[in-house]
């Protein structure tokens, strides 16, 4: 069974930085291009960034360039998303997800999804 774990959100203010994490268990990890998305209240889960399998190409969102970094560990079939300058509109549930297509960038491309984690951002 694929589980799909992400840690690492909480209450931050803004400026500061959060490091997600995402560990994956029950899939060829290595195999599987892996992204976050993120959900705000009231709104459309959106892409934020993809990694390919092995981490040599990644794709951001335009609103997360320059602040926010992935990468992965696949020895520890894990992911990051490593969150600079956060502002209070970066504030969602961000997700953690697996597909086995390559720079995939919208929700109905991805496999496999997590519950997410909260990050909020104060000002």
């Known amino acids: 069974q694929v589980q799909l774990v992400e840690s690492g959100g909480g209450l931050v203010q803004a400026g500061g930085s959060l490091r997600l994490s995402c560990a994956a268990s029950?899939?060829?990890?290595?195999?599987?291009?892996m992204g976050w998305f993120r959900q705000a209240a009231g709104k459309e889960r959106e892409f934020v960034v993809t990694?390919?399998?092995?981490?040599?190409?990644?794709y951001y969102d335009e609103s997360v360039k320059g602040r926010f970094t992935i990468s992965r560990d696949n020895a520890k079939t894990t992911v990051y998303l490593q969150m600079n300058s956060l502002k209070p509109e970066d504030t969602a549930v961000y997700y953690c997800?697996?597909?086995?297509?390559?720079?995939?960038?919208?929700?109905?491309?991805?496999?496999?999804w997590g519950q997410g984690t909260q990050v909020t951002v104060s000002s």
């Open positions: 029950g899939l060829f990890f290595i195999r599987y291009t």
């Open positions: 997800a697996a597909t086995r297509g390559q720079g995939r960038r919208t929700r109905n491309e991805y496999d496999y």
């Open positions: 990694i390919s399998w092995s981490g040599e190409a990644t």
